[in-house]
DNA sequence: TCCTTATGTACAA
DNA sequence: TGTACCTAAGGAC
């Protein structure tokens, strides 16, 4: 279930598992000669932008992972199971062996082309090294909604769907507003919730969004529990009463991916 | 058992 | 804007 969050996480649990001399297999098929390339090596480093995974293997030498919108990567002990037929790439170790299912893009690249990856993707929240006001100067041109704004890779890398409904329930904006009417002190305070919400994403490897005193208890509310794994506000909950003001959480179809907002919470 | 849906992206027209 | 791609879970029959 990829968003950032995910990815990063990831980056830290196959670093963490797969220590010593690693046996790479594809029972799929699909990525069975690079497999036998990367057999017998270690698992130098591990690296995430956004939504992409980079695990380093020799010199010039990565595996390019995107788990697109089914991709899984599953982590257990030895013995490992026999795989499935549709594991993409099993990395196993003397004790850990980790299955990845269904991504998008599993390739073998190398240092430049992991460069080229970098250069087609904006600041990423969870990165050390991102500038907010590098995403900011695109936002403010751009006549584009807020809402698809924060979904394009190009201009801020690792938002996905849930914390794109989430951020700007959070900030009060409506998601049809365009990129060029948000204010630089809007942007600023986006950006930091996301550096907050993601790291915290990191942390528990759920979405959780809602406010200390939004929760139910702290309102006095039965308890309830969203079908994603996460506590949210806004996203899937189309019809369902809002957290704060109790009017019915809207949907709608925004570049063929559904929005998810509070027409009262979030007015034009 | 079939159908729908999903936290994504790329490419063709 | 539409379509293709990859997988699995849940719900309707």
Redesign the pocket.
């Known amino acids: 279930?990829?968003?950032g969050h995910?990815i990063h996480r990831l980056a830290q649990d196959y670093a963490a598992r797969l220590t010593g001399t690693v046996t790479a297999t594809s029972p799929?098929g699909?990525f069975s000669d690079a497999a036998a390339l990367l057999t017998g090596g270690p698992l130098r480093t591990t690296e995430a932008h956004?939504?992409?995974l980079f695990l380093g293997f020799a010199p010039d030498s990565w595996v390019h992972i995107?788990?697109?919108?089914?991709?899984?990567v599953t982590f257990g002990a030895v013995p490992a199971p026999p795989p499935?037929d549709?594991?993409?790439l099993r990395l196993a170790t003397d004790t850990a062996y980790v299955d990845l299912?269904?991504?998008?893009t599993c390739a073998l690249i190398t240092d430049a082309e992991k460069r080229a990856v970098h250069a087609?993707l904006g600041p990423d929240p969870l990165r050390a090294d991102a500038d907010p006001d590098a995403a900011y100067a695109r936002v403010r041109r751009s006549r584009t909604t807020i809402a698809a704004l924060l979904?394009d890779?190009k201009i801020i890398?690792g938002?996905?769907?849930?914390y794109?409904a989430e951020v700007l329930f959070r900030h009060g904006v409506d998601p049809y507003r365009p990129g060029k009417d948000i204010t630089a002190g809007q942007w600023r305070a986006i950006w930091d919730d996301l550096v907050e919400l993601m790291h915290e994403g990191v942390r528990a490897n759920?979405?959780d969004t809602v406010r200390p005193e939004h929760t139910p208890e702290a309102m006095g509310r039965p308890p309830r529990v969203d079908?994603?794994?996460?506590e949210v506000y806004v996203?899937?909950r189309t019809g369902r009463p809002c957290h704060i003001c109790g009017a019915e959480i809207r949907t709608a179809e925004l570049?063929?991916?559904?929005l998810f907002w509070c027409p009262s919470c979030q007015k034009p």
Request: charged share 25%.
């Open positions: 279930m990829p968003e995910t799929q699909k956004g939504k992409h995107h788990l697109g919108l089914f991709g899984k499935t549709t594991v993409r299912r269904g991504p998008t087609r979904m890779q890398a938002v996905g769907n849930v794109r759920r979405i079908d994603h794994g996460g996203y899937r570049a063929a991916r559904n």
